[in-house]
């Protein structure tokens, strides 16, 4: 009887070994621990990685355009993140749900492959979700400066990752956190400001704004983002961008490294603190070597000594510009720009010669398989913080997100918070402020190219890369000319005109109770806004000289930067400097009118002209027009 309990307690014992084994294979077979969110994502990252074949690795490293990520090729790349370039939309008018709908058809795509590795999707909203069609428009970021108001930015930045959300984009190559030293620069209206501190404190309130606040024992340059409600930031364009020589865009940096970590990078180290997903790389030079293979700022400092734990991008076909033949070619221009510490190439085009180059130098060891593996580590990191393995597709009840109400009052308001009041009355006539304007005028003047003109309004990165005039670009949203309209007594005559002729003004001017003169320049964006001279473009000089040595004027400046005013300063009775205010020119009439008082402060030194430049604040030989920080204050108009 023993001997038989001792056979069958052995035979339960060999069955029971059999079907556990079974049962450990089949749960081998449906459990990955990378698809675990219960899982570390350390473990996640390093389970995932194991289980890749180089050409997928390469994948996730490959960035490429909308207009070539059909599900084929991203199939067969392994396309690990796609972008829109600015202006590059699935249609003119493109409702949310119709940018949702693409971008959902891009990550089945991504999902099929053998893996199921989602991708992620990259725009430049920098003011908004600014290639999207009725979308809010923010100011851009030298107004939010002169706005000195932090919460107000951590709001803006909110709202702009709900309307990215909206459309089913989780990441944005914003912001740009350059001190812009030289106002020739065409990214200049991209910074926040001349002065690092300021920059430094709006930087700390926009991340959290876009990605999510972070806990504070957070581990320090460890990417975070906050749930679907949020997206991915990138701090741009590291590091330096803002100080090249005369301002050129993608030029030569020169400065010493105790200046460069003194001016330019205390931005990046708030941005890690934050923690920030993703860092670009600048066009430009320090001293003469290439950002985009400069190993010692990439991963000595940016990596190693910030603990930065996100990944690192490359601008627009940056690897084409690093140089050119016959001194070296785009092969070893991949070498040098991945061995710096690169992630993933922006290489909207070419990415098949790419992929192609890459595959072949990993496996002749020109590039080592440790740096794949780190940038694979690290993008991978991103996504898995993000939950985009768990909610790879855009959330259908978002689209209503896209330029709500709430989120165009929040852009007035930084719109009244960002005018700077330069001149008031002193030096004219009888020197009286001439601001609050008078709501029950019987008639008034509104003249200039930029009172009837959103997309002169918002200036660059605005539906398209450039920027372009018109009032239809941009959907919604509110000219100056129309505020005016809407804030004044219906009994109040407005004449309005682009260009007036000096006749017709002096026939009429002892009607005009007063003058509103719009001008400004024309959207640009990066090199094609470089300017060596600064002056208002035409014909902005001839209508304020027509108008204002007439009638009792305000000018109103929509720039992206100070511009030379002062052949013009006396004969204008008020001088306000709107910057770029995007899409709610409510804000500007809200503060003209008097329903609010100006109380923003200029964000940089305001030249008399530009042989004094580079100047900027403390320098020792600092004679401005206006200095930095200035700007008068009104209070509300008494309407009782």
């Not at 300021?198 to 957070?218: C, E, F, R």
């Not at 190439?345 to 080592?368: C, H, L, N, S, T």
Request: charged letters at 20%.
């Amino acid at each position: 009887m023993a001997m038989q309990t001792g056979c069958c307690s052995a035979a339960a014992v060999l069955l029971f070994l059999v079907v556990a084994a079974a049962g450990a294979s089949v749960a081998g077979a449906t459990y990955v621990r990378y698809k675990d969110p219960k899982q570390p994502i350390q473990a996640r990252v390093e389970d995932l990685l194991s289980r890749m074949r180089i050409e997928e690795k390469i994948g996730q490293m490959t960035q490429i355009e909308r207009h070539n990520a059909s599900s084929a090729v991203i199939e067969k790349y392994f396309v690990g993140s796609v972008l829109s370039g600015g202006g590059s939309v699935p249609s003119e008018k493109a409702s949310a749900a119709t940018w949702q709908e693409m971008i959902t058809k891009m990550q089945k795509a991504a999902l099929s492959t053998r893996l199921g590795i989602p991708i992620i999707y990259g725009i430049d909203a920098v003011h908004g979700n600014n290639n999207a069609y009725n979308a809010t428009i923010f100011p851009h970021n030298v107004g939010l400066g002169a706005t000195r108001d932090p919460d107000l930015v951590k709001r803006i930045g909110r709202a702009t990752a709900l309307e990215a959300r909206a459309t089913g984009i989780p990441y944005t190559f914003a912001p740009c956190v350059a001190v812009c030293r030289d106002p020739r620069w065409g990214g200049c209206y991209e910074s926040f400001s001349e002065d690092t501190k300021l920059v430094q404190l709006m930087t700390s309130a926009i991340i959290p704004g876009l990605q999510g606040d972070v806990s504070t024992k957070h581990p320090r340059g460890v990417p975070f983002v906050g749930g679907p409600k949020h997206v991915a930031a990138c701090a741009k364009h590291f590091v330096g961008d803002g100080g090249t020589h005369h301002g050129i865009s993608g030029n030569n940096t020169v400065l010493s490294f105790h200046d460069l970590m003194r001016i330019h990078m205390p931005p990046y180290y708030d941005a890690v603190i934050k923690g920030v997903a993703s860092v670009m790389i600048s066009y430009s030079s320090w001293n003469g070597v290439k950002m985009h293979e400069n190993k010692y700022l990439i991963t000595q400092i940016l990596k190693e000594k910030m603990h930065f734990r996100g990944f690192v991008i490359t601008d627009w076909q940056a690897v084409d510009k690093i140089t050119t033949p016959p001194h070296k070619h785009y092969y070893h221009s991949i070498q040098e720009t991945i061995h710096a510490g690169i992630d993933m190439v922006m290489i909207p085009f070419d990415y098949p010669e790419f992929v192609a180059d890459v595959q072949a130098q990993v496996m002749r060891g020109a590039i080592k398989m440790d740096r794949i593996n780190d940038a694979v580590s690290r993008i991978l990191r991103v996504k898995f913080t993000m939950g985009l393995f768990e909610n790879p597709f855009p959330e259908h009840s978002l689209t209503a997100q896209l330029g709500t109400k709430e989120h165009r009052e929040l852009a007035r308001e930084a719109v009244r918070k960002s005018l700077v009041l330069l001149k008031n009355g002193k030096g004219r006539k009888d020197g009286k402020p001439v601001l609050p304007l008078s709501k029950k005028a019987k008639k008034i003047l509104v003249v200039g190219t930029h009172a009837h003109d959103l997309g002169l309004q918002c200036g660059g990165w605005t539906k398209s890369w450039q920027g372009q005039s018109g009032n239809g670009i941009t959907g919604q949203g509110t000219t100056i000319l129309e505020a005016i309209k809407s804030a004044v007594d219906k009994k109040t005559v407005i004449d309005y005109t682009e260009h007036p002729d000096k006749g017709s003004v002096s026939k009429n001017e002892d009607e005009y109770d007063y003058a509103v003169v719009v001008v400004g320049e024309n959207p640009y964006a990066a090199t094609a806004g470089d300017n060596l001279n600064l002056t208002i473009p035409g014909p902005g000089p001839e209508v304020i000289r027509k108008v204002c040595e007439l009638v009792k004027c305000v000018v109103v400046l929509v720039s992206g930067r100070p511009l030379v005013v002062e052949p013009y300063l006396d004969t204008m009775d008020a001088l306000v400097a709107a910057w770029l205010p995007g899409t709610e020119g409510h804000g500007v009439a809200d503060v003209l009118f008097g329903d609010h008082g100006f109380s923003g402060k200029l964000p940089r030194t305001w030249v008399r002209s530009v042989d004094q430049l580079p100047m900027n604040y403390g320098d020792k030989l600092y004679d401005p027009l206006f200095p930095f920080g200035f700007g008068l204050t009104t209070k509300p108009a008494d309407r009782s």
